[in-house]
């Protein structure tokens, strides 16, 4: 009974986690602007907001008084860190100047299998056949509604140089989200992400100060800012590292699928994208996958993890 508490638990949490980041596609876009009317710079935006969360969390930590992560801690922030507050923002911004929001919301539907995939290798974690099949089922679903979506506009689906620093954006994201659910039991979820920008701020406080643009910049790219600086680098990560460390991060990125429908439905007042009622249909389709992956993954047993690798329980 608390098993199952604790996975429907990890599974709100985890949507949560994923309507907050799936704001940051249209947001970022905001903030970067494009290619032919720039705003902030990517370099801007990636150090910038990392450093934003990076001194509310050294205000949360004092006032916490967290004790300091303990040595092989470190590693798994410092893998976090690179993946979550550099490589992703970084790589998804450079993206977002060349291509639309909605196009990046067909390479970001790789991101549940790619973290479900980095979980197992990681965490050592292991589903049933049935789960890596409602897995690859759901992104594609995701993949196929994207690639029909873009047709049905007139355009195609082109594998280009912004795609590639797209996939690199989600194999960054996918590291840091594991990594960070590593620590999280012994650490809290919200003591690891504050860690993790923290740790970050020797590179990101300067670089911010570097890259401050030199340009009027319009009220619409600073809000965006405001919302990836606190919500995407911050807040989001709170819910998400607790969904991942109580629902299982194998069972939890599968709520992920949502993400892309999520970031195009925002994407309608903020870039005045049309959304099209096939969404609805694919959004339905998709959800079965998460909810049917999530039952057959329940019976799963992890692999045996040797007791001196194992994270510490919190006291």
């Known amino acids: 009974m608390t098993m199952m508490k604790d996975e429907t638990k990890g599974l709100l949490l985890g949507v949560l986690g994923v309507a907050i980041f799936a704001m940051t596609l249209p947001m970022t876009r905001l903030a970067t602007g494009t290619a032919d009317a720039p705003q902030l710079s990517p370099w801007f935006v990636t150090l910038g907001r990392a450093a934003v969360a990076g001194l509310l969390s050294v205000v949360v930590l004092l006032l916490w008084r967290a004790p300091r992560p303990g040595p092989r ?75 029909l979506r873009s047709g049905g506009a007139g355009g195609s689906l082109v594998f280009a140089w912004a795609d590639l620093l797209l996939v690199g954006a989600v194999l960054s994201a996918s590291l840091g989200y594991v990594y960070g659910a590593q620590v999280t039991p012994a650490l809290g979820a919200e003591r690891v992400i504050c860690w993790v920008t923290v740790l970050a ?41 607790r969904a991942l460390a109580i629902g299982g991060a194998l069972r939890v990125s599968q709520t992920q699928l949502l993400q892309p429908f999520l970031s195009i439905l925002f994407a309608v007042p903020l870039l005045g994208e049309s959304p099209d009622p096939m969404t609805v249909v694919f959004t339905a389709a998709v959800v079965g996958t998460v909810l049917l992956g999530r039952r057959l993954a329940r019976p799963a ?15």
């Open 73 to 147: 801690q470190w590693k798994a922030l410092a893998f976090a860190a690179l993946g979550n507050a550099i490589g992703f923002p970084l790589l998804l911004a450079y993206g977002l100047r060349s291509v639309t929001a909605g196009h990046a919301a067909v390479v970001m539907a790789l991101l549940p299998l790619a973290t479900a995939a980095v979980a197992a290798w990681v965490l050592h974690q292991r589903a049933r056949p049935a789960f890596w099949f409602c897995a690859v089922a759901g992104s594609g679903l995701v993949v196929a509604f994207s690639v």
């Open 201 to 241: 701020l020797p590179v990101t406080l300067p670089g911010t100060w570097l890259t401050w643009p030199a340009q009027p910049v319009g009220a619409a790219a600073w809000a965006g800012f405001a919302y990836v600086g606190l919500f995407s680098m911050w807040i989001g990560f709170f819910a998400w590292y």
């Open 301 to 315: 047993v992890p692999a045996p993890v040797p007791a001196d690798a194992a994270a510490p329980r919190p006291a």
